[in-house]
């Protein structure tokens, strides 16, 4: 209890060091207006101990209400302008079940409405233009805390996905995909539910203790860890071969039995995985259903 509470305290000096020394010029879209994350999720010792046994915890009820309804409303009314042209530039990436692969995109302004009933995902969400509420949540000044808690160190990089539907993506780390850090544990994923999910509308998985699994070098070719612990082929190379290179990597981790476990959720639950987590998106069992969600990935420790 003690060494959680030294972690916690050394943790908040080092952020308050860091946002003494210039944190905001950092993030130029810092949010320290309102909070966008209730202080009441925050985790507890029994949540940061499941999060170091298992690698993943879940905070009920982070978001409130009214920032769930600011989301949606900006998904249907901003970004899926009724007008296409008032639409913001902003990729769609059309996704199939399994390992990610990217083949069709397109920006929003030229996507027909019809391919919401599809499943697609649209990145970058945090690089639009002008404030957002997407901005404000990933920016926010109690979240960018708890990452700076939970890796030891400020994100230096940011990546965000916004899904409307369940991704039934395959089973992986987000490691494969270039998302590591430099140093283990460097980066956490962190999963907004901005609707309920169970087990219709292509719940997340995770293999509880995964994330302890030993390093595996995917790309030797790589110079840095992020690089080395990635996918030979990169996340925007020819599909084929991306597919070739997940199997490969999917088969070897399947030899061992793995436990897939189920993440059901409330609209406004958040939930936040380590680095190296084994997870997954489940099927989608009913097609009329959505799962309005964004999962961001906070990197630090990269020079
Ligand atoms: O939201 C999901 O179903 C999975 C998302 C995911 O695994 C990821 O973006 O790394």
Redesign the pocket.
């Known amino acids: 209890m003690q060494v959680v509470r030294a972690a916690l305290l050394l943790a908040s000096v080092r952020f308050l060091q860091a946002a003494a020394s210039g944190i905001a010029d950092q993030y130029p879209h810092f949010n320290r207006s309102g909070f966008a994350i209730r202080a009441k999720a925050f985790p507890d010792a029994a949540q940061l101990a499941e999060f170091r046994r298992s690698g993943l915890m879940k905070l009920s009820g982070a978001l409130s209400p009214d920032v769930v309804k600011a989301l949606r409303r900006h998904l249907n009314e901003v970004l899926w302008a009724k007008e296409r042209k008032h639409r913001p530039a902003v990729q769609l990436q059309i996704t199939t079940p399994g390992g990610f692969a990217l083949n069709a995109s397109m920006l929003l302004p030229r996507a027909p409405s019809s391919l919401r009933r599809k499943t697609y995902r649209l990145p970058r969400i945090h690089e639009l233009p002008g404030p957002s509420p997407w901005k404000r949540l990933i920016y926010d000044f109690r979240l960018i805390r708890l990452v700076t808690q939970l890796t030891g160190d400020l994100p230096r990089r940011i990546y965000s996905?916004v899904?409307e539907r369940?991704?039934q993506?395959g089973i992986?780390d987000?490691t494969w995909y270039e998302l590591g850090s430099e140093r283990p544990g460097g980066m956490i994923?962190v999963?907004f539910a901005l609707e309920d999910v169970d087990d219709e509308n292509?719940a997340?998985f995770y293999v509880p203790g995964s994330h302890k699994r030993p390093e595996v070098i995917l790309n030797p070719k790589g110079t840095v860890r992020r690089q080395r612990l990635a996918l030979p082929v990169r996340p925007d190379g020819p599909p084929a071969l991306q597919r070739q290179a997940y199997k490969a990597v999917v088969d070897e981790v399947e030899q061992q039995p793995l436990e897939k476990r189920p993440i059901h959720v409330q609209t406004g639950d958040v939930v936040v995985w380590a680095e190296r987590l084994l997870?997954?998106?489940l099927p989608i069992l009913n097609k009329d259903r959505t799962r309005l969600?964004m999962?961001v990935q906070y990197v630090c420790c990269i020079p």
Do not use: A, N
Request: glycine letters at 32%.
């Open positions: 996905l899904f369940g991704t993506q992986h987000d994923g999963w292509g997340l997870h997954g998106g969600s999962v």
